[in-house]
């Protein structure tokens, strides 16, 4: 993804995306940042993935990263509470 302050960043999962509602654990699962050269896993014990309504993609169970539906546009619903499910860097706290 590209953000619009031009942010390119990311995700993995060897899970299937699907439409149910619900959290998903996979253990193989990590968000990156292209711009900082960084990746992150997903902390022990927490979902990876959030399968919720009106969403393209949420990984972590807190939404680390949320990209809603129709996110080209202006009034959209995507954030990023980064650090609540997936490691921070180093020396950065959530």
Known sequence: MKSD??????GFTSE??????GL????????????HHTIH??????GALRYLP???CVFGEESDINIADNC?????LSHSY???SYELPEGITY
């Open 72 to 76: 080209n546009l202006s009034n959209n």
């Open 82 to 84: 980064f650090g609540s």
């Open 5 to 10: 302050y031009g942010f390119h960043f990311g």
């Open 41 to 46: 896993k997903c902390k022990e014990g927490k």
């Open 54 to 56: 009106n969403t393209l």
């Open 24 to 35: 998903v654990y996979d253990p193989t699962a990590f968000i990156f940042s292209l711009t």
């Open 16 to 21: 299937a995306w699907n439409s149910n509602d």
